[in-house]
Protein backbone atom coordinates (compact mmCIF):
# COMPACT_ATOMS: atom_id res chain seq x y z
CA UNK A 1 0.00 0.00 0.00
CA UNK A 2 1.34 3.61 -0.42
CA UNK A 3 1.34 6.46 2.22
CA UNK A 4 1.04 10.15 2.70
CA UNK A 5 1.29 11.90 5.91
CA UNK A 6 -1.59 13.97 6.76
CA UNK A 7 -1.62 16.05 10.06
CA UNK A 8 1.35 14.34 11.42
CA UNK A 9 -0.49 10.57 10.73
CA UNK A 10 0.48 8.05 8.64
CA UNK A 11 -2.59 7.22 5.94
CA UNK A 12 -2.16 3.61 3.72
CA UNK A 13 -4.14 3.96 0.51
CA UNK A 14 -4.40 1.10 -1.99
CA UNK A 15 -4.83 2.10 -6.05
CA UNK A 16 -6.02 -1.18 -7.66
CA UNK A 17 -4.46 -2.68 -10.56
CA UNK A 18 -5.73 -1.61 -14.09
CA UNK A 19 -5.84 1.99 -13.59
CA UNK A 20 -6.21 3.23 -17.25
CA UNK A 21 -6.07 7.31 -18.09
CA UNK A 22 -8.76 9.20 -18.75
CA UNK A 23 -11.12 6.60 -16.42
CA UNK A 24 -13.12 8.44 -13.47
CA UNK A 25 -12.29 7.83 -10.37
CA UNK A 26 -14.04 6.04 -7.24
CA UNK A 27 -13.08 6.43 -3.67
CA UNK A 28 -14.08 3.93 -1.07
CA UNK A 29 -13.82 4.76 2.45
CA UNK A 30 -14.76 1.87 5.03
CA UNK A 31 -16.57 1.56 8.40
CA UNK A 32 -15.42 2.28 11.98
CA UNK A 33 -13.24 -0.90 13.02
CA UNK A 34 -12.61 -2.62 9.59
CA UNK A 35 -10.08 -1.58 7.02
CA UNK A 36 -10.33 -1.14 3.02
CA UNK A 37 -10.59 -4.73 2.72
CA UNK A 38 -14.78 -4.71 3.36
CA UNK A 39 -15.02 -2.89 -0.07
CA UNK A 40 -13.94 -6.52 -1.80
CA UNK A 41 -16.99 -7.30 -3.42
CA UNK A 42 -17.61 -3.40 -5.17
CA UNK A 43 -13.91 -3.60 -6.22
CA UNK A 44 -14.50 -6.74 -8.28
CA UNK A 45 -18.13 -5.55 -9.87
CA UNK A 46 -16.62 -1.99 -10.61
CA UNK A 47 -12.69 -2.04 -11.35
CA UNK A 48 -13.75 -2.48 -15.22
CA UNK A 49 -15.54 0.63 -14.87
CA UNK A 50 -13.46 2.91 -12.86
CA UNK A 51 -10.24 3.78 -11.47
CA UNK A 52 -10.18 2.33 -7.80
CA UNK A 53 -8.43 3.93 -4.82
CA UNK A 54 -8.91 2.63 -0.85
CA UNK A 55 -7.59 3.58 2.12
CA UNK A 56 -7.37 2.72 5.79
CA UNK A 57 -8.57 5.91 7.84
CA UNK A 58 -6.59 6.85 10.97
CA UNK A 59 -6.41 4.18 13.56
CA UNK A 60 -7.21 1.21 10.99
CA UNK A 61 -5.76 -1.33 9.03
CA UNK A 62 -2.42 -0.07 7.97
CA UNK A 63 -2.41 3.59 8.67
CA UNK A 64 -1.04 4.66 12.00
CA UNK A 65 -3.16 4.85 14.88
CA UNK A 66 -2.37 7.91 17.13
CA UNK A 67 -3.62 8.82 20.67
CA UNK A 68 -7.05 10.10 20.68
CA UNK A 69 -9.30 12.81 20.40
CA UNK A 70 -10.02 12.66 17.01
CA UNK A 71 -12.49 15.01 14.72
CA UNK A 72 -14.81 14.34 11.40
CA UNK A 73 -12.37 17.57 10.59
CA UNK A 74 -9.06 15.58 10.87
CA UNK A 75 -10.57 12.37 9.08
CA UNK A 76 -11.85 14.61 5.99
CA UNK A 77 -8.43 16.15 5.78
CA UNK A 78 -6.91 12.63 5.73
CA UNK A 79 -9.38 11.57 3.01
CA UNK A 80 -8.40 15.21 1.22
CA UNK A 81 -4.76 13.71 1.79
CA UNK A 82 -5.09 10.87 -0.02
CA UNK A 83 -6.87 12.23 -2.96
CA UNK A 84 -3.62 14.71 -3.34
CA UNK A 85 -0.95 12.39 -2.84
CA UNK A 86 -2.86 10.41 -5.53
CA UNK A 87 -3.27 12.93 -7.67
CA UNK A 88 -6.97 12.79 -8.08
CA UNK A 89 -8.63 15.98 -8.92
CA UNK A 90 -12.31 14.69 -8.85
CA UNK A 91 -14.15 11.71 -7.86
CA UNK A 92 -17.24 9.61 -7.35
CA UNK A 93 -17.27 8.51 -3.57
CA UNK A 94 -19.15 5.45 -1.27
CA UNK A 95 -18.60 5.53 2.13
CA UNK A 96 -20.58 3.32 4.84
CA UNK A 97 -21.14 3.83 8.52
CA UNK A 98 -18.07 6.14 9.19
CA UNK A 99 -17.15 6.67 5.92
CA UNK A 100 -20.44 7.77 5.20
CA UNK A 101 -19.85 10.74 7.80
CA UNK A 102 -16.43 11.54 6.96
CA UNK A 103 -17.68 11.46 3.02
CA UNK A 104 -20.45 14.48 4.35
CA UNK A 105 -17.49 16.32 6.07
CA UNK A 106 -15.24 16.13 3.21
CA UNK A 107 -18.56 17.55 0.95
CA UNK A 108 -18.47 20.33 2.88
CA UNK A 109 -14.86 21.06 3.48
CA UNK A 110 -13.41 20.56 -0.44
CA UNK A 111 -16.95 20.22 -2.48
CA UNK A 112 -15.11 20.71 -6.04
CA UNK A 113 -13.00 17.16 -5.58
CA UNK A 114 -16.62 15.18 -5.14
CA UNK A 115 -18.86 14.24 -8.05
CA UNK A 116 -21.21 12.27 -6.50
CA UNK A 117 -21.43 10.78 -3.03
CA UNK A 118 -22.95 7.43 -2.28
CA UNK A 119 -23.85 7.64 1.61
CA UNK A 120 -24.43 4.32 3.02
CA UNK A 121 -25.81 2.59 6.23
CA UNK A 122 -24.90 6.28 7.88
CA UNK A 123 -26.64 9.29 9.78
CA UNK A 124 -25.46 12.93 9.74
CA UNK A 125 -26.18 12.78 13.65
CA UNK A 126 -26.40 10.80 16.45
CA UNK A 127 -28.81 11.95 19.32
CA UNK A 128 -27.57 12.92 22.76
CA UNK A 129 -29.32 10.07 23.97
CA UNK A 130 -26.57 8.12 21.70
CA UNK A 131 -23.64 9.55 23.95
CA UNK A 132 -23.93 7.29 26.60
CA UNK A 133 -23.82 3.55 24.37
CA UNK A 134 -20.45 5.43 22.83
CA UNK A 135 -19.66 6.20 26.19
CA UNK A 136 -20.41 2.57 27.40
CA UNK A 137 -18.34 1.24 23.94
CA UNK A 138 -15.10 3.38 24.48
CA UNK A 139 -14.94 2.09 28.15
CA UNK A 140 -15.60 -1.40 27.18
CA UNK A 141 -12.08 -1.49 24.72
CA UNK A 142 -10.05 0.38 27.10
CA UNK A 143 -10.78 -2.76 29.58
CA UNK A 144 -8.40 -5.99 29.85
CA UNK A 145 -10.31 -7.06 27.12
CA UNK A 146 -9.43 -4.45 23.97
CA UNK A 147 -11.47 -4.85 21.26
CA UNK A 148 -12.86 -8.54 21.71
CA UNK A 149 -14.73 -6.75 24.54
CA UNK A 150 -17.03 -4.98 21.53
CA UNK A 151 -16.99 -7.73 18.78
CA UNK A 152 -19.35 -9.95 19.14
CA UNK A 153 -22.35 -7.20 19.70
CA UNK A 154 -20.70 -5.42 16.67
CA UNK A 155 -21.11 -8.41 14.95
CA UNK A 156 -24.33 -8.30 15.73
CA UNK A 157 -25.73 -5.55 14.55
CA UNK A 158 -23.36 -5.27 11.57
CA UNK A 159 -25.27 -8.77 10.39
CA UNK A 160 -28.62 -10.31 10.62
CA UNK A 161 -28.97 -13.52 12.17
CA UNK A 162 -29.66 -15.46 9.28
CA UNK A 163 -26.63 -14.16 7.57
CA UNK A 164 -24.09 -15.21 10.40
CA UNK A 165 -25.80 -18.46 10.50
CA UNK A 166 -25.41 -18.45 6.34
CA UNK A 167 -22.13 -17.15 5.83
CA UNK A 168 -19.72 -17.87 9.23
CA UNK A 169 -16.23 -17.12 6.79
CA UNK A 170 -17.63 -13.49 6.28
CA UNK A 171 -18.06 -12.88 9.85
CA UNK A 172 -15.62 -14.69 11.19
CA UNK A 173 -13.46 -12.60 8.78
CA UNK A 174 -15.06 -9.39 9.96
CA UNK A 175 -14.70 -10.25 12.95
CA UNK A 176 -10.87 -10.47 12.76
CA UNK A 177 -10.92 -6.82 11.55
CA UNK A 178 -12.96 -6.06 14.95
CA UNK A 179 -10.67 -7.79 17.14
CA UNK A 180 -7.57 -6.46 15.01
CA UNK A 181 -8.73 -2.52 15.08
CA UNK A 182 -6.31 -0.71 17.24
CA UNK A 183 -7.80 0.67 20.80
CA UNK A 184 -6.48 4.05 20.02
CA UNK A 185 -8.24 4.17 16.04
CA UNK A 186 -11.57 3.16 17.75
CA UNK A 187 -11.60 5.19 20.96
CA UNK A 188 -10.43 8.62 18.72
CA UNK A 189 -13.35 7.55 16.04
CA UNK A 190 -15.86 6.65 18.36
CA UNK A 191 -15.45 10.06 19.66
CA UNK A 192 -15.56 12.05 16.63
CA UNK A 193 -19.10 9.85 15.79
CA UNK A 194 -19.81 11.39 19.08
CA UNK A 195 -20.37 14.99 18.38
CA UNK A 196 -21.07 14.09 14.50
CA UNK A 197 -24.30 17.02 13.75
CA UNK A 198 -24.09 17.60 10.38
CA UNK A 199 -27.62 17.86 8.75
CA UNK A 200 -28.49 21.58 9.42
CA UNK A 201 -25.47 22.26 6.63
CA UNK A 202 -25.97 19.36 4.33
CA UNK A 203 -28.11 20.97 2.08
CA UNK A 204 -25.28 22.65 0.72
CA UNK A 205 -24.04 19.95 -0.89
CA UNK A 206 -24.58 20.11 -4.24
CA UNK A 207 -23.77 17.15 -6.36
CA UNK A 208 -25.61 14.14 -6.99
CA UNK A 209 -25.91 11.94 -3.81
CA UNK A 210 -27.27 8.20 -3.06
CA UNK A 211 -28.44 6.82 0.27
CA UNK A 212 -28.69 3.41 0.32
CA UNK A 213 -29.49 1.35 3.55
CA UNK A 214 -29.81 -1.72 4.90
CA UNK A 215 -33.83 -2.50 5.97
CA UNK A 216 -32.54 -3.95 9.26
CA UNK A 217 -29.90 -1.90 10.32
CA UNK A 218 -30.23 -1.05 14.00
CA UNK A 219 -27.17 0.96 14.32
CA UNK A 220 -28.18 3.71 11.32
CA UNK A 221 -31.64 2.91 11.04
CA UNK A 222 -34.07 3.88 7.78
CA UNK A 223 -35.24 6.99 8.93
CA UNK A 224 -31.30 8.54 9.41
CA UNK A 225 -31.19 7.53 6.10
CA UNK A 226 -34.35 9.39 5.43
CA UNK A 227 -33.65 12.15 7.20
CA UNK A 228 -30.43 12.58 4.90
CA UNK A 229 -32.24 12.20 1.92
CA UNK A 230 -34.36 15.27 2.91
CA UNK A 231 -31.66 17.46 4.01
CA UNK A 232 -29.93 16.91 0.57
CA UNK A 233 -31.93 18.35 -2.78
CA UNK A 234 -32.30 15.69 -4.97
CA UNK A 235 -30.77 12.99 -3.46
CA UNK A 236 -31.86 9.13 -4.05
CA UNK A 237 -32.60 6.42 -1.67
CA UNK A 238 -32.16 2.77 -1.82
CA UNK A 239 -33.26 0.11 0.97
CA UNK A 240 -31.85 -3.01 0.49
CA UNK A 241 -34.11 -5.75 2.12
CA UNK A 242 -32.54 -8.14 4.17
CA UNK A 243 -29.32 -6.55 5.21
CA UNK A 244 -27.84 -4.48 8.37
CA UNK A 245 -24.87 -2.34 8.75
CA UNK A 246 -23.09 -4.08 6.07
CA UNK A 247 -25.37 -3.93 3.64
CA UNK A 248 -22.48 -3.89 0.66
CA UNK A 249 -21.38 -7.52 2.52
CA UNK A 250 -24.53 -9.05 3.15
CA UNK A 251 -26.56 -8.15 -0.10
CA UNK A 252 -23.49 -7.16 -2.35
CA UNK A 253 -25.55 -7.55 -5.70
CA UNK A 254 -28.18 -5.64 -4.57
CA UNK A 255 -25.85 -3.07 -3.73
CA UNK A 256 -23.88 -3.42 -6.03
CA UNK A 257 -26.78 -3.14 -8.35
CA UNK A 258 -27.70 0.03 -6.29
CA UNK A 259 -24.62 1.95 -7.34
CA UNK A 260 -24.38 0.82 -11.05
CA UNK A 261 -28.05 2.39 -11.34
CA UNK A 262 -26.87 5.61 -9.78
CA UNK A 263 -23.67 5.74 -11.74
CA UNK A 264 -25.26 4.99 -15.06
CA UNK A 265 -28.03 7.88 -14.50
CA UNK A 266 -24.95 10.32 -13.83
CA UNK A 267 -23.37 9.84 -17.65
CA UNK A 268 -21.88 12.01 -19.51
CA UNK A 269 -21.73 13.92 -16.63
CA UNK A 270 -20.58 11.37 -13.95
CA UNK A 271 -17.65 10.73 -16.11
CA UNK A 272 -15.37 13.08 -15.58
Do not use: K
Amino acid sequence: MNQVQSNGCRIAYRIELGMAPGRPWLVFSHSLAADHTMWDPQVAAFAGRFNILRYDMRGHGASEAPAPPYTLEQLADDLRAVLDAAGIEHCHFVGLSLGGMVGQMAALRYPRRFRSLVLADTTSRYPAEMRPVWEERIAAVRGPNGMAAVAPATLERWFTAAFRAREPDTVARIGALIRATPVNGYVGCAQAIMRLNLTARLHAIAVPVLVIVGEEDPGTPPAMAEEIVRAIDGARLVRIPQAAHLSNLEQPARFNEALATFFAALQPAGGA
